[in-house]
């Protein structure tokens, strides 16, 4: 059983930045295509950002130019670098493991979910 562990979010004003972290407990995370998702209050959880084991990136266009994922296999450890934040980035943030390196996962390929970190931002 895999498990995420994200951290990272918190408090921040419009413009501002943060960098959420994922954690994996398995040491062949390697080959894991890792998506970040968010969950906004009475709304669907939506894709944010995702890459695959070979650095491969995809974005959802509301956050293409301000938020950045990278990945640090050594580490076990995917990255979500969030710059010019507005308020309709807040939400719950979850990071979530394919594990069979699919390039590009719908939603359901995803085999675990890390337990969320809430992102606010507000003035």
């Known amino acids: 059983q895999v498990q995420l562990v994200e951290s990272g979010g918190g408090l921040v004003q419009p413009g501002g930045s943060l960098r959420l972290s994922c954690a994996a407990s398995?040491?062949?995370?390697?080959?894991?295509?890792m998506g970040w998702y968010r969950q906004a209050p009475g709304k669907q959880r939506e894709l944010v950002a995702v890459?695959?084991?070979?650095?491969?990136?995809n974005y959802a266009d509301s956050v293409k130019g301000r938020f950045t994922i990278s990945r640090d296999n050594a580490k076990n450890t995917v990255y979500l670098q969030m710059n010019s934040l507005k308020p309709e980035d807040t939400a719950v943030y979850y990071c979530?493991?394919?594990?069979?390196?699919?390039?590009?996962?719908?939603?359901?390929?995803?085999?675990?979910w890390g337990q969320g970190t809430q992102v606010t931002v507000s003035s």
């Open positions: 979530g493991a394919e594990p069979y390196g699919c390039p590009a996962p719908d939603y359901n390929d995803y085999d675990y």
């Open positions: 398995e040491s062949i995370f390697s080959i894991y295509t």
């Open positions: 890459i695959t084991s070979d650095g491969r990136t």
